[in-house]
């Protein structure tokens, strides 16, 4: 701004802290106690704006708006905001002072264009597009609003971070901006689906109970009872296949007439074994069919799809 720019400039907000930016809202008019002591703020600011104390100047505005609202007094926050290097603030401002103030006063409303103009030249605008409705957006952690926005974002120029999320969803939009300044960058935001419900957990499986148990043991001892007939006649027919060698007719030796013994030994025991096994088969299938599964009566914790999952009756 060149220095005839900022005279007029100073000049337009000496008058406006004095007096005309006091113009009540719709609505009522306020006590006119806070109306003096609002003036006195803007008198108080345009001191500090003078001596260059515009972090001064700015909380004296603050507190006259606090006392006595006026939309003219956006022009005010506008002139400190750029003056602090605050340029989003500032062009917001400006803006707010145009759509508030209405059509009077054309000259501070022409000083309030330019500004925006040139305020519009350091500062980034991003224009954002999503795919879904009613989804917060976060620029830097400070909430913009819900989409779709009613007008594009205003940012400083360097690297912002945007979040655009909504509750339900699984995944938020995240982008890295990289702003220069007077850019305008269009931003497509696509969410992620809703998840999917978890699957249901699979059907518990009642305990066994002591019948069934109990068949299961018997039908184990009849397997193991069977193979042990095997292995015995396996055992008998080579005892007797040894036996017929030395003595194909007749034994003559005690020691054929022992391997005859010992043959007939084996068959006997693998005879027995197939008999206990066969009645441990039968006795343990018989007890399984007409034995039932004990009832679920507790608690059953499992790791599901959703996390730690418990279920039983109880």
Same mark, same amino acid.
Request: hydrophobic share 45%; aromatic share 6%; net charge positive.
């Given at each position: 701004?060149?220095?005839?720019?900022?005279?007029?400039?100073?000049?337009?907000?000496?008058?406006?802290?004095?007096?005309?930016?006091?113009?009540?809202?719709?609505?009522?008019?306020?006590?006119?106690?806070?109306?003096?002591?609002?003036?006195?703020?803007?008198?108080?600011?345009?001191?500090?704006?003078?001596?260059?104390?515009?972090?001064?100047?700015?909380?004296?505005?603050?507190?006259? %708006?606090? #006392?006595? @609202?006026? $939309?003219?007094?956006?022009?005010?926050?506008?002139?400190?905001? +750029?003056? /602090? =290097? &605050?340029?989003?603030?500032?062009?917001?401002?400006?803006?707010?002072?145009?759509?508030?103030?209405?059509?009077?006063?054309?000259?501070?409303?022409?000083?309030?264009?330019?500004?925006?103009?040139?305020?519009?030249?350091?500062?980034?605008?991003?224009?954002?597009?999503?795919?879904?409705?009613?989804?917060?957006?976060?620029?830097?952690?400070?909430?913009?609003?819900?989409?779709?926005?009613?007008?594009?974002?205003?940012?400083?120029?360097?690297?912002?971070?945007?979040?655009?999320?909504?509750?339900?969803?699984?995944?938020?939009?995240?982008?890295?901006?990289?702003?220069?300044?007077?850019?305008?960058?269009?931003?497509? %935001?696509? #969410?992620? @689906?809703? $998840?999917?419900?978890?699957?249901?957990?699979?059907?518990?499986? +009642?305990? /066994? =109970? &002591?019948?069934?148990?109990?068949?299961?043991?018997?039908?184990?001892?009849?397997?193991?009872?069977?193979?042990?007939?095997?292995?015995?006649?396996?055992?008998?027919?080579?005892?007797?296949?040894?036996?017929?060698?030395?003595?194909?007719?007749?034994?003559?030796?005690?020691?054929?007439?022992?391997?005859?013994?010992?043959?007939?030994?084996?068959?006997?025991?693998?005879?027995?074994?197939?008999?206990?096994?066969?009645?441990?088969?039968?006795?343990?299938?018989?007890?399984?069919?007409?034995?039932?599964?004990?009832?679920?009566?507790?608690?059953?914790?499992?790791?599901?799809?959703?996390?730690?999952?418990?279920?039983?009756?109880?």
């Amino acid at each position: 701004m060149n220095c005839s720019r900022g005279r007029a400039l100073r000049g337009v907000l000496a008058a406006l802290v004095l007096a005309s930016a006091l113009v009540p809202r719709a609505g009522g008019a306020q006590p006119t106690d806070n109306k003096a002591r609002a003036e006195g703020k803007l008198t108080a600011a345009r001191e500090d704006f003078a001596r260059a104390d515009y972090q001064s100047a700015l909380g004296k505005i603050e507190e006259a %708006a606090a #006392l006595f @609202p006026s $939309p003219k007094l956006h022009f005010n926050f506008g002139v400190v905001y +750029a003056k /602090l =290097g &605050r340029n989003v603030e500032a062009l917001e401002a400006y803006q707010r002072f145009l759509a508030q103030a209405g059509p009077g006063d054309s000259t501070r409303r022409g000083e309030a264009e330019r500004q925006i103009a040139e305020l519009r030249e350091r500062v980034a605008t991003l224009v954002l597009v999503a795919d879904t409705v009613a989804a917060d957006v976060f620029v830097d952690g400070r909430l913009y609003g819900t989409t779709p926005l009613p007008r594009p974002m205003l940012v400083n120029p360097g690297s912002h971070q945007l979040v655009v999320q909504k509750a339900g969803l699984a995944v938020a939009y995240t982008d890295r901006i990289d702003a220069r300044a007077g850019a305008e960058i269009r931003i497509d %935001a696509r #969410l992620g @689906p809703a $998840p999917p419900p978890p699957p249901p957990l699979p059907p518990a499986k +009642a305990p /066994l =109970g &002591r019948g069934r148990i109990l068949s299961l043991v018997l039908g184990g001892v009849g397997v193991a009872a069977s193979g042990v007939g095997v292995a015995y006649g396996l055992i008998a027919r080579s005892r007797a296949n040894e036996a017929s060698d030395a003595c194909p007719n007749q034994c003559v030796g005690q020691g054929g007439v022992d391997q005859w013994n010992q043959a007939q030994q084996a068959g006997n025991i693998s005879t027995a074994a197939f008999v206990v096994g066969a009645a441990g088969i039968a006795s343990g299938l018989v007890l399984w069919l007409h034995a039932k599964p004990v009832a679920e009566s507790g608690p059953q914790i499992g790791l599901g799809p959703g996390g730690l999952q418990v279920r039983g009756i109880w």
